[in-house]
């Protein structure tokens, strides 16, 4: 079992960051791939990036790769998703995510999400 709190949202200027923060608690987080979402109002929720537990790799969606970079600090329990850039476009809910490597297929435990919204 994980229990995830996302932190960090808010209102940002187009062209200006932020970092969101997704603490872990309860299991090994090491031995958790963490994954970022969003949902814009009226849309689908849809991938962002992830990363692996060990950090050595991570992924990232198309309109996001290049602005974004996920990283974490095991020791801390956290996943950071560092936003560049930011685009109107990119307000949305953000989530992040935990699945269990090598042994689910799917995100299995996910935080309560954090409100970004970038204005022009």
């Known amino acids: 079992q994980v229990q995830l709190v996302e932190s960090g949202g808010g209102l940002v200027q187009a062209g200006g960051s932020l970092r969101l923060s997704c603490v872990a608690s309860g299991s090994t987080f090491s031995n958790f791939a963490v994954g970022w979402f969003r949902q814009a109002p009226g849309k689908e929720r849809e991938f962002v990036g992830r990363i692996t537990g060990n950090a050595k790799f991570t992924y990232y969606s198309d309109d996001v790769k290049g602005r974004f970079t996920i990283s974490r600090d095991n020791a801390k329990n956290t996943v950071y998703l560092q936003m560049s850039s930011l685009k109107t476009e990119d307000t949305a809910v953000y989530y992040c995510?935990?699945?269990?490597?090598?042994?689910?297929?799917?995100?299995?435990?996910w935080g309560q999400g954090t409100q970004v919204t970038v204005f022009s």
């Open positions: 995510a935990a699945m269990e490597s090598f042994k689910s297929v799917q995100y299995d435990y």
